[in-house]
Every structure is written in C-alpha cells, then in structure tokens.
C-alpha cells in the first residue's frame, strides 16, 4: 500500500533480540504412508486399463468413430443440452422474477409451474411429451381464441386461424426432447435465479431507483449483474446434469442420441462393456469443456467481489477529459 | 415558492406512525440539516422526498412538480413507476452505506445512469465523470472496484455518482455514520465544497459541527414531528425545546466519553 516502508529493522542488529525464526517444521509421515497407498493403488488401475483384455481399446476407439455416434453426440447431446438451457435459464429467470413479483397472480403462476414440472421425474415428462400429439388431432392452431364461438354467436362460419402446425410433428424427435427437458430445468432454475436474485443487497436496487432508473433497467444492469455470481455456480452443475440428462431423450423417443447409437453398435457385435467406456470417455470430456466455461463464466461476473486488485489504480486520464 | 416544500408529510409503517405531520420548506441552494435521535424519522422524511418511500398523507413539491402524484382538478392519480423514476433523476442522493454497484469501477459506477437513463453518450458520461472524479480527489482511483476503495472513498464516488445526473437538490442520509472516524472529514470536505458551490441540500447527520458551520437551517425531529428549526446558532447553540436541549446534551457527553 503505502510507499514509506523505509524504518530499519532492529532484529538483525542486535544478538539480545531474537531474531528470523529457522524452526524444525511438523513431520507428516501418515501423509507418506497415504501416498505410497495411492501410488500402489494407480499402479493397479493403470495395470488394469493396458492389460484387462475386456476393455478392448481398439474397439472402443472405433465405436467412439463412428458417423452415427459422433452425430447422436452432437445433435442429440450438445445441440439438446445447449438449446434445453437456452429454454431453462431463460424461462427459470423469468419464473423467478415473477415469483418475486408484488403481483400475487404472476406469483402464484410461477409457483404452480414450479411445483408441476419439479414433480415429474424427466423419464416420464420426456415420455409424456413424445404422446402428447394425441391431444390435438386438429393440430395446433394459431389465430382468435374461441373463434368457433365467436363465429357461432354471429351467426357466420369458417374460421380465424392464421395457420396451424401438426401436433404429431411437433410433439416428437429433438423438439418434444427440448421442450420437455426445457420447461423441467426451468422450474429447477426458477429456484437458483430466486435465490441469486435475492442474495442481492437490497440497497443495491435503492440506489439505481434513487437514480431513475426504471424498474426493468434496475433488474437487468444492477441486480442480475450481481445474482449471476450466486446463480453461475449451481448453473454449471445444472448444465453437467442436463449433459447427462440427455440420455433419457430415449423416452421421447429420439434415437439420434449418444448412448442409443453406441448400444446399437455394441448390440451387434456383442460388446457391452467397451460401449461403456466410450460413453463414459465422451461424457467426461464433454464435461471437462463445460467446466472450463463456468470457470470463466464465475470469473466474469466475480468481477469486483475477489481481494484480487485486476486493474487497480491505473493513472488518470482514461477518460480522455 | 421553495425548491421543496413538504406539508403536512405523514408516514406510517403497519400502523407505527413514523412521520405526524412534517412541513419543510428549503430554498434554492440552502443547505438543511435533520438532526434527531434514531427512530424519530429523519430518515423516512428524506427517502419520502424521492419516493423511496410513499406517503400516506400531505404533499411534498419539488421545483413546483408534485411528487408521486399528479393533480387534476383536485383528484390525484398515482403517477406509473416511469413517472416516478423521472421524477427522481432531478434528486440526488447519498446512502449511509453508499450502496456503490460492486460489480462496476469507481468510473463505470458514475457513468452508468448518465448513459442507461438520460442515454447520454459514453465519451461526454465519461468526461464528466473524470471531472467529477476529480474533484473528490479520486481521479487516479476510477478503475478500481469499490470493494478496493476505503469507506470514505467509497462514499466520495457515491457523490460523485449522484451528481453525475446534474440533479437540482442532493440528499443525504447518514453520510458519516458507517465510517471509520478518521475517514468522516474527508466526505464532509466534499460535501462542505458542493455547499459552497450552492447546491441544495438535505443532510440527515450527527455531525454537530458540520451542521453549524455549513447548515443555513437546523431542523430537529423527535417521535415523527419537527421540534424545533431555524439557523444553527439557535437550535444548536441555544435550543429552546427542553427534547432538543436533552438530544444536543446527551450527544455532547456520547462525544466527550465515548
């Protein structure tokens, strides 16, 4: 801090005062004995993964390439898990700032959603929505409400409907999966955004108030700035989990995923176990990636609350005045 | 007619009543100081002016605009929150505990509102803010973030911050309270220089020494009303209130014994 560190230190000077301490540090040894333990441990996973004919690495690798599993990776994974936290974080958000909301029905609204989707578990949500076709056989329509009777109270026919999508196009494959697992990870965000919202100080929005900012500019430049650095830690592990999730996409059904197209390919040539271990590698490495984003992702909104000084008293004048 | 001018200002929280009835009428760059005990709504009165807190009952004018409500025909319409927000950008004001946006710099701090509100561009924000910055003595400190500031930093750039939006009438609550006591002479020096530059102002403090110098009206409040007020020289120097005699003694004896 201060520049003036200039007063001499006696301690070296003078043979009656003691001086720099060169003391005998605390011996560890059940830490040596932990580590041997570990190293012979590694040593027999290691042994293991070269030796165990059962893994059949060759096999492994060239199911890892095959066109179907890199494309069931991509889009029935990375596409589902990306576009299904799109809908989640998005949709959990909003859940949440009308669950916080002065307004008791926006409140109740974000409540029973909440409740409904966080009560299905995502098997039979995912399965639900892949059926849910059967409840419009007309399709989906969009145009007035009730505009059959409307039409009937005025005594004329046809309809007002602007153009209508087929209930049984829209309810299956990678859409039905998205929406299901969407609106589910929504409720799950919901909570996180709330308590991120509300872990901000409450004289935080006071301030931009006091300074006329509207009620929209206060939540988006002051308060969910400073939520995300509550709500992105949680959000990565929920990310980690939709990842996963992924797999259930079976339920819909939609074949274009990861471990439907590995087990097929294990399926016909007889061999489960080495699936396995392609799966897991493709799951940990796609984790890995994700982790290295929230790593910067926390860094970003931790911009201001670390005791580290990032770009500190910087001359002046940056302001070009 | 008085740059704010406050009726008959009540105020209850679940049925305390916090302010019974407060006029006060501040002129063009006056400066006003609340003194009072805690709890006797100095506070309250002040967040009531920009309507951080609304009132129950009276009016209060600031530069001839109602606040909160507008007035047609005798029938008063409660104005829609972008209403009000317009309303406060004309009013600056100073949190106890400064209440400085952590995720932002010194310099982001006070460029914010200039541009998101009043959509002022970023270079003309940005100049008056390095002047602003400037002047509380804070130039070479405008790309920390406030938890790298002291307190008394953190409070010259929440100043700096509300007189970013060029406003007519500065409030200020407690500015002092939450300080360290070495780190209160440097707020006051600000505050005393917007002072003399003939802001006007509205201080809740417990600064006595700062009421009497820089103060052109001392106002004491107890229990919700206004005791007593006039220039300092009086309601400090020679109160005639036996609850404002009792407040001033008490903080006297607080200050030799602390």
């Known amino acids: 801090m201060s520049t003036d560190t200039t007063e001499t230190r006696p301690a070296d000077a003078s043979p009656d005062r003691p001086g720099a301490i060169n003391a005998v540090p605390v011996r560890h040894p059940g830490r040596w004995v932990a580590i041997a333990v570990i190293v012979i441990l590694a040593g027999m996973l290691v042994h293991l993964l070269v030796t165990n004919k059962a893994f059949d690495w060759r096999f492994v690798f060239q199911a890892m390439n095959q066109q179907p599993v890199i494309h069931g990776f991509l889009k029935g994974t990375l596409l589902v898990t990306v576009l299904s936290m799109i809908v989640g974080v998005g949709g959990g958000v909003l859940l949440a700032v009308m669950r916080l909301s002065d307004n008791p029905i926006l409140a109740g609204v974000s409540w029973v959603f909440t409740w409904f989707f966080r009560s299905i578990p995502r098997y039979i949500l995912l399965f639900t929505m892949g059926t849910l076709g059967i409840l419009f056989p007309q399709g989906i329509a969009f145009g007035i409400p009730f505009d059959w009777k409307i039409m009937d109270w005025l005594g004329m026919s046809g309809d007002w409907r602007f153009f209508t999508l087929d209930a049984n196009q829209v309810f299956t494959g990678i859409v039905a999966g998205v929406i299901g697992l969407g609106l589910s990870e929504a409720a799950y965000m919901a909570e996180i955004a709330r308590a991120g919202i509300m872990s901000v100080d409450k004289g935080q929005a006071e301030a931009a108030e006091a300074l006329g900012m509207s009620s929209g500019k206060v939540m988006r430049r002051v308060v969910l700035p400073q939520a995300m650095r509550v709500i992105v830690p949680p959000t990565g592990n929920e990310t980690i989990a939709m990842l996963k999730d992924t797999s259930l996409l079976l339920a819909v059904p939609v074949i274009a995923e990861l471990f439907y197209q590995l087990q097929s390919i294990g399926s016909t040539y007889y061999k489960t176990f080495p699936i396995a271990v392609a799966a897991t590698l493709y799951y940990l490495a796609a984790t890995s990636v994700l982790m290295v984003g929230q790593y910067f992702l926390e860094r970003h909104f931790g911009r201001g609350f670390g005791t580290k000084a990032p770009r500190a008293a910087r001359p002046a004048g940056a302001g070009g005045a | ?258």
């Not at chain 2, 006003?32 to 309507?51: A, D, Y």
């Not at chain 2, 929150?81 to 406060?88: G, P």
């Not at chain 2, 001392?218 to 206004?226: I, N, Q, T």
Request: glycine fraction near 8%; proline fraction near 5%; include cysteine.
């Open chain 2, 1 to 258: 007619m008085p740059l704010v001018h406050a009726v008959n200002v009540t105020k209850s929280f679940h049925h305390n009543e916090v302010l019974k009835g407060i006029d006060l009428d501040v002129d063009r760059g006056q400066v006003v100081c609340l003194l009072g005990p805690s709890g006797s709504g100095k506070t309250t009165f002040l967040r009531c002016i920009n309507q951080l807190e609304t009132i129950d009952g009276g009016r209060i004018w600031v530069d001839d605009e109602l606040m909160g409500y507008a007035d047609r025909d005798g029938k008063l319409y409660r104005l829609k929150n972008k209403e009000i927000a317009a309303q406060r950008r004309e009013i600056g004001m100073v949190f106890q505990r400064f209440n400085l946006f952590p995720h932002k710099t010194a310099l982001e701090n006070i460029v914010e509102a200039p541009t998101q509100v009043k959509r002022e561009s970023k270079k003309t924000a940005r100049e008056r803010a390095m002047k602003l910055l400037d002047r509380v003595g804070l130039a070479d400190r405008c790309n920390a973030y406030p938890a790298q500031l002291s307190g008394g930093q953190q409070q010259r750039v929440a100043i700096a911050r509300a007189l970013a939006m060029q406003p007519k009438l500065m409030l200020f609550d407690e500015p002092t309270s939450a300080l360290d006591p070495e780190l209160v002479g440097e707020v006051l020096a600000v505050m005393r220089e917007l002072a003399l530059e003939g802001m006007t102002m509205i201080v809740v403090t417990h600064e006595m020494s700062f009421a009497r110098e820089v103060a052109d009206t001392v106002v004491f409040m107890d229990g919700g009303v206004v005791v007593e007020a006039g220039p300092p020289k009086d309601v400090i120097g020679n109160p005639q209130h036996s609850r404002t005699q009792a407040f001033l003694s008490r903080l006297r004896s607080e200050h030799e014994h602390p």
